[in-house]
């Protein structure tokens, strides 16, 4: 079985400044790699994901993720911040079947004018 | 484009009573899967299913049960509705391994049980 950890429940960071939200996973097996975002009173959305190839991946808002497999690790940066990115985001991990994903408990950023 | 869409949105059950969350994706994705999102506490597996006819337990399945009749459709029921059964609802939908096991979500069900 595969597990999650965000290792930050809350995230404060001034506006234009970089921001780094931490995720460690456990597997005994390959995964699959994913950070999604949920923004108030809506279901999550896909941010970015790593299959294969490029250990570093990238959104299409500035984001990106960096896969570590010997310290077991994706995590999420972004060099300057909007108020826009305000929301949770959540780290998550499948097996390469797709049966189940495991998702983190979630890390809140807000983004402070 | 649709996607996941799940209904009700909203809805207030005193306990005992039983009700049906309705989910319907129109991707044409085998895997559907029914989440339970509490505060601080990520989100936690009820039911998934790989296909119609087949369905299985995730982490949290009591008080709960599904059905895949067709591949659109996943309705979760809840059988005698507990307060601990007070959460945010996500069903949600996957192609599988074709597109690199991508999960896309509903906008969830609201639910209080008092």
């Known amino acids: 079985a595969q597990s999650v950890t965000q290792l930050d429940s809350q995230v404060p960071v001034f506006e234009e400044a970089p921001v780094e939200l931490r995720c460690n996973y456990s597997s005994s097996v390959s995964v699959y790699l994913f950070w999604y975002v949920q923004y108030p009173n809506q279901g999550l959305q896909l941010l970015l994901k790593?299959?294969?190839?490029?250990?570093l991946v990238e959104s299409i808002n500035g984001f990106e993720a960096e896969f570590n497999k010997s310290q077991t690790s994706f995590h999420l940066r972004k060099p300057s911040v909007h108020i826009s990115d305000t929301a949770e985001y959540f780290c998550?991990?499948?097996?390469?079947?797709?049966?189940?994903?495991?998702f983190g408990t979630g890390t809140s950023l807000t983004v402070i004018p | 484009n649709a996607g996941v869409t799940q209904t009700p949105k909203f809805r207030i059950l005193k306990i005992g009573q039983s009700m049906t969350l309705q989910c319907t994706q129109d991707m044409n994705h085998n895997y559907m899967y029914w989440y339970r999102q509490d505060p601080g506490m990520g989100l936690k597996l009820i039911y998934y299913s790989v296909g119609a006819g087949i369905t299985d337990k995730g982490e949290v399945p009591n008080g709960y049960n599904v059905s895949r009749s067709t591949t659109e459709d996943f309705p979760l029921r809840l059988e005698l509705a507990a307060p601990s059964q007070t959460s945010v609802y996500f069903c949600?939908?996957?192609?599988?391994?074709?597109?690199?096991?991508?999960?896309?979500f509903g906008e969830g069900s609201w639910l209080t049980v008092v």
């Open positions: 949600a939908s996957s192609p599988g391994r074709a597109s690199g096991n991508t999960i896309y």
């Open positions: 998550a991990v499948s097996d390469l079947s797709g049966n189940q994903f495991y």
């Open positions: 790593y299959l294969s190839g490029s250990t």
